[in-house]
């Protein structure tokens, strides 16, 4: 393949990230549409109908936990994360860590590999 | 909430058509709130714009209606840690005070069970009969977990159902699925069940299961046809309307009726006896496969009755709309 990376391979890297910092962005409560626009500040743009069925899933998981707020203009459902969710949290964060950690080794891995096939073929 | 407007109860009018009833309250709720919030925020960047501009510009970033309910009811894709977790935590609990309190009973020397069927006493031996009653009340335990987390909604969204038993998505791919199915299960009990259920004797194979329960087969063909009903309906674009509806309403009775009726026959296995097995060694086999058979369609009636009770709710939710 040629050009610029397949659309759909990033979406589908971005898709498991996004939950992993989803999750990090509900250490404190957070309504929906606050937390899409949160994500979009952090370079993770999300529409919300990709986001919701996320928020839905782990709330239906009990990794979060949700409550009405209906004193302002409009009702807001607010998601926090729960102790299992927290568990959760830790426990993607390690995965997260391993996954990074073994492909920075493949990088360095294949770079070394390069550099070694370089200096052979020079004079 | 705000008025209605058209392209917002558009969407929710069609979303809830697609979710499970169990869901649609909840979803509708969240949904509207993340339509109303995206469209105060268009309108605080572009005071210009009109309400109903600014939430048709909401509805349009959450997608389709089609999509969105997909999203909602699929599998979920990241690990369902906790919803394993609290499964597994809770039946080891069930299974370990089930187990303490038969013991218990055993030790006590209790001669009749307190719970016919579920609390009783173990057997002291032989040991295979033993092994069995621990098996048993390991199987009725993880069946009846199954059932809580599923029918009262404790599933948290990561205990799959069997296909039979979940009102499948109201696709052409899914009726299909659905039909082909339904085919194989009419082929095997129509066709090949003595076959499948049966133990060599000599050169024949002779079936284990008990007349009386064979007899009732064919009336599970009128549960199958209901279903069948169902998807050809799907398939002719008539998917989540009120005649499909009913006939999966129908299905889901049939089905549950079939069942219970099958779990209260005085015999579903008659092991035949012959110069390999013996007597004592058939009733343990009899006892062994009566009490799978039981466990299998007890749950399986109680599935097909929340599918029931589903169905027929969204039936009269689809009779009011028209």
């Known amino acids: 393949m040629t050009g610029g990376v397949d659309p759909k391979f990033e979406a589908e890297l971005r ?75 830790d426990a993607m964060l390690k995965a997260w860590d391993a996954v990074r950690e073994a492909t920075e080794e493949a990088i360095r891995q294949a770079a070394a590999a390069s550099d070694g096939a370089a200096s052979e073929s020079s004079p | 909430m705000t008025t209605g407007d058209p392209s917002r109860e558009e969407f929710l009018a069609r979303l809830e058509d697609l979710l499970p009833t169990g869901e649609i309250a909840r979803v509708r709720a969240d949904v509207e709130s993340l339509i109303l919030d995206r469209a105060a925020d268009e309108r605080d960047r572009d005071p210009e714009l009109g309400q109903e501009e600014a939430e048709r510009r909401a509805v349009r970033a959450l997608g389709t209606p089609e999509a969105l309910a997909e999203e909602l009811v699929s599998e979920p894709l990241t690990i369902g840690l906790a919803t394993q977790r609290s499964f597994v935590r809770l039946l080891a609990a069930v299974f370990a005070c089930h187990l303490l309190l038969s013991i218990a009973l055993t030790v006590a020397g209790s001669r ?33 977990m199954l059932v809580l987390f599923v029918a009262l909604g404790r599933s948290r969204g990561g205990a799959p159902l069997p296909g039979l038993f979940r009102p499948a998505r109201w696709t052409r791919r899914g009726a299909v699925e659905g039909l082909v199915l339904i085919a194989l299960l009419a082929v095997l009990f ?133």
């Open chain 2, 112 to 144: 009749t069970a307190p719970i016919p069927g579920l609390l009783g006493p173990l057997p002291r031996e032989p040991f295979a009969a033993v092994l069995l009653s621990v098996l048993t009340i390991f199987l009725i335990d993880a069946g009846a």
């Open chain 2, 190 to 322: 129509n066709v090949f069940l003595e076959n499948i259920f049966s133990v060599k004797q000599g050169d024949l194979l002779e079936t284990f299961l008990a007349r009386e329960f064979l007899a009732l087969v064919p009336w599970l063909n009128v549960a199958l046809a209901f279903f069948a009903a169902r998807h050809i309906l799907t398939l002719l674009g008539r998917g989540g309307g009120s005649a499909s509806l009913f006939a999966d309403a129908l299905g889901a009775l049939a089905g549950s009726a079939w069942l219970i009726t099958a779990s209260t026959r005085a015999e579903i296995v008659q092991m035949p006896t012959g110069h390999k097995l013996g007597q004592e060694a058939a009733d343990v086999l009899d006892h062994l496969l009566e009490s799978v058979f039981l466990i299998v369609f007890v749950v399986g009636a109680l599935l097909l009755i929340v599918r029931f009770v589903r169905s027929g709710i969204a039936w009269r939710r689809s009779l009011r709309r028209r």
């Open chain 1, 15 to 89: 898709r498991g990230v996004v939950q992993v910092v989803a999750l990090l962005h509900l250490e404190s409560p957070r309504y929906g549409y606050d937390l899409v626009r949160l994500l979009g500040e952090a370079g993770f743009a999300i529409e919300e109908g990709t986001l919701y069925p996320i928020l839905r899933r782990f709330e239906k998981q009990g990794v979060l936990s949700s409550r009405w707020d209906t004193d302002g203009a409009r009702p807001r459902k607010y998601y926090e994360l729960s102790a299992d969710g927290r568990e959760l949290k």
